[in-house]
């Protein structure tokens, strides 16, 4: 290997990396949306699949820091944003995953949820297709992301008033306890969304 290669910097091939496990989050995203219309266990077999996609872009991404000495973008941000975007992919795959397990059936909640999360994901989707080009314009997709999480915690914390709002028996009491898992999972999904749009706000303010 030519020693000017481990210099190189190769920013393209880090944000078609991030690109490409964004593209895999949002497409998660669209399958848990999905799920929560149709409660359909076929979706969920799909969202697993995708979580397992993304893994292997990460790791290839992981790999690629590893052999690469000079990175454009903070090598700590972009480990971190890659972290971050995978993160809400797992968290839409344990979501479906304990709802099978624990055999609960979607809510008026979860899928508001979901929807929010289709479309925050969506934002930092473009949020890393503009960094590179139009850093600014990926800003305030950035933003636009974590208005989104302030939605989500809100329909989050309307179902856990709901939820708690009266049990009736001790099946009722385990049903409760069942639903906060899941609707946990997805207030975990949107908090990754709300760090990665942290994140990018931040690399663009050194980009700027």
Not at 60 to 67: F, G, Q, T, W
């Amino acid at each position: 290997m030519n020693i000017r290669n481990l210099f190189k910097p190769r920013q393209s091939n880090f944000i078609k990396l991030l690109l490409d496990q964004a593209s895999l989050t949002l497409k998660g995203m669209e399958q848990l949306k999905a799920y929560m219309d149709e409660h359909n266990p076929s979706v969920a077999q799909e969202i697993m699949m995708t979580e397992k996609e993304a893994d292997e872009v990460r790791r290839i991404l992981i790999d690629e820091l590893l052999r690469t000495f000079i990175t454009p973008i903070d090598r700590e941000d972009i480990f971190a944003l890659s972290r971050a975007i995978d993160d809400m992919v797992d968290y839409a795959n344990t979501t479906v995953d304990e709802m099978e397990i624990l055999d609960v059936a979607p809510t008026t909640y979860t899928r508001r949820i979901a929807s929010l999360l289709r479309d925050a994901a969506y934002e930092i989707h473009l949020g890393v297709q503009r960094l590179e080009d139009h850093p600014r314009v990926a800003s305030d997709h950035a933003q636009r992301a974590k208005a989104l999480e302030n939605r989500v915690e809100h329909v989050y914390r309307e179902a856990i008033a709901d939820l708690f709002s009266g049990p009736q028996d001790v099946e009722h009491v385990v049903e409760m306890l069942k639903m906060r898992e899941v609707y946990r999972h997805l207030s975990n999904a949107a908090d990754r969304g709300d760090e990665a749009g942290n994140i990018i706000a931040d690399i663009v303010v050194k980009m700027t």
